[in-house]
């Protein structure tokens, strides 16, 4: 069964940094690409980072880009997001997706609530 | 304000059908067929239910149907069941610098 677990979520202060962290199970997790996806709170999804199955290719929405560093540790299959500078409306719950750049998401995680307030 | 335009609400009763419109330019729906429709239930991860355009994974039921014309995509239901009553979201790839893009969702009531 494929099964997706982040963690590193939690409250940081504006201008702080978090780093989210996506373990990978049940499937071979160096042939997939990967994705991180947001969702603010009552609010609709969005699109966050893509990156391929070796690590070559990587891709930011607008909103994220310069401030959000996505990469990948096959040998441990994990999948991670460092966030820098937040702000206030980086608040949502990420979730970490398997999937290819075409939006086509076939595996989600649970998510994890990231909070960024004074 | 999201990049594809959907019905904020749609409601049906249990056996009837329902459409849910998905409103793009030619930059990403219109230009491509790389739409998805995914499902998300209160407080759960979203799921997947359609992928470029109309095409289901082997897990969902017939009863969801994906379509598009021009800048239009859309998710059909048939057979209206209540477990169908949810929050829906297409997603498209996009040729802007933001290479994926959903649309800010339509809650199904299933009445």
């Known amino acids: 069964e494929v099964q997706l677990a982040e963690s590193g979520g939690g409250l940081v202060k504006p201008e702080g940094s978090l780093r989210l962290s996506c373990a990978a199970s049940?499937?071979?997790?160096?042939?997939?690409?990967m994705n991180w996806v947001r969702q603010a709170p009552g609010k609709g999804l969005e699109w966050v980072s893509y990156?391929?199955?070796?690590?070559?290719?990587?891709y930011y929405a607008d909103s994220v880009k310069g401030r959000f560093t996505i990469s990948r540790d096959n040998a441990k299959s994990s999948l991670y997001l460092q966030m820098n500078s937040l702000r206030a409306d980086d608040t949502a719950i990420y979730y970490c997706?398997?999937?290819?750049?075409?939006?086509?998401?076939?595996?989600w995680g649970q998510g994890n609530l990231v909070t960024v307030s004074s | 304000q999201s990049a594809l335009t959907q019905p904020a609400s749609v409601s049906g009763s249990p056996g009837q059908s329902i459409t849910i419109s998905c409103t793009g330019t030619?930059?990403?729906?219109?230009?491509?067929?790389?739409v998805s429709w995914y499902q998300q239930h209160p407080g759960k991860a979203p799921r997947l239910m359609i992928y470029?355009?109309?095409n289901r994974p082997s897990w969902i039921s017939n009863r969801f149907s994906g379509s598009k014309s021009g800048n239009t995509a859309s998710l059909t239901i048939s057979g209206l069941q209540a477990e169908d009553e949810a929050d829906y979201y297409c997603?498209?790839?996009?040729?802007?610098?933001?290479?994926?893009?959903f649309g800010g969702g339509t809650k199904l009531t299933v009445l």
């Open positions: 997603g498209s790839y996009t040729s802007n610098s933001t290479l994926g893009v």
């Open positions: 470029d355009v109309s």
């Open positions: 997706a398997r999937g290819s750049i075409l939006l086509l998401f076939d595996s």
């Open positions: 990156i391929s199955e070796s690590g070559t290719s990587i």
């Open positions: 049940g499937f071979s997790f160096s042939d997939y690409e």
């Open positions: 030619s930059s990403d729906v219109g230009g491509y067929n790389y």
